[in-house]
């Protein structure tokens, strides 16, 4: 019930097209849903997160859509580039009280020019 | 402001051989945390404390597996001994209150170990 299922592995996108990640939980009382991003050699940095209390959220090219009774949620990176090469990770908590983030297992996203 | 500072970067031992690495978070940030990445995997908690207090350490692998975090800034975690499938990247992470929506995580980059 804990688990956080993301999909796909991998994804080859050309410059300018989108991207598109996706994830599931199980677990309905998770209310925070993160996305995080990691170069090579570095820690995940967070990107964009979202409470289920909305369907969407923008930020600059970044999108996240959340469906809270499908319990699935997905990144979609509109313009992609190649700088926007990296691992992506889904996760789910709880925005009050303890958190302890899900990690999904990561989607490398590879942009070619 | 500086971020979450780890070292070593990379560690190369023997099974069997003691290792630790070292954390120090972000200034301010009383809740400290240990996670470790395994190849093509999602970072996962190992323990994590609020202030010098480990407040759940129900993933450490206790037989094998320490941490402190004395006077509630810098921490360590060690491995002894040190087995080959604990070959992966562990990641020290801080956040100024329980790391949820107000609070995100801020990762360090990790070290990364290796054991032949």
């Known amino acids: 019930q804990q688990q956080v299922k993301q999909s796909p592995q991998s994804l080859i996108v050309q410059k300018g097209g989108i991207s598109i990640i996706n994830c599931a939980y199980e677990?309905?009382?998770?209310?925070?849903f993160p996305w995080y991003q990691q170069f090579p050699g570095k820690g995940p940095a967070l990107l964009i997160a979202i409470r289920p209390d909305v369907s969407e959220k923008k930020e600059g090219r970044f999108t996240i859509s959340f469906n809270k009774s499908a319990k699935q949620f997905s990144l979609h990176i509109m313009d992609s580039q190649p700088g926007d090469s990296a691992t992506y990770f889904c996760?789910?908590?709880?925005?009050?009280?303890?958190?302890?983030?899900?990690f999904g297992a990561g989607t490398r996203l590879a942009v070619h020019p | 402001e500086a971020g979450v500072v780890q070292s070593p970067r990379y560690k190369i031992i023997e099974k069997k051989q003691p290792v630790a690495f070292w954390c120090n978070p972000i200034s301010g940030h009383n809740t400290l945390y240990w996670y470790r990445q395994n190849l093509g995997q999602g970072p996962e908690l190992l323990i994590r404390y609020e202030n010098e207090e480990a407040v759940d350490d129900s993933q450490l692998p206790k037989d094998r597996f320490s941490a402190e975090r004395l006077k509630g800034v810098d921490s360590t975690l060690k491995i002894q001994p040190a087995e080959l499938g604990d070959s992966a990247v562990y990641l020290c992470?801080?956040?100024?209150?329980?790391?949820?929506?107000?609070?995100?995580?801020?990762f360090g980059n990790g070290t990364r170990l290796t054991v032949t």
């Open positions: 992470a801080s956040s100024s209150i329980n790391g949820g929506g107000n609070s995100p995580l801020h």
């Open positions: 996760a789910a908590g709880f925005s009050g009280g303890y958190n302890k983030l899900i």
């Open positions: 677990n309905t009382a998770f209310d925070y």
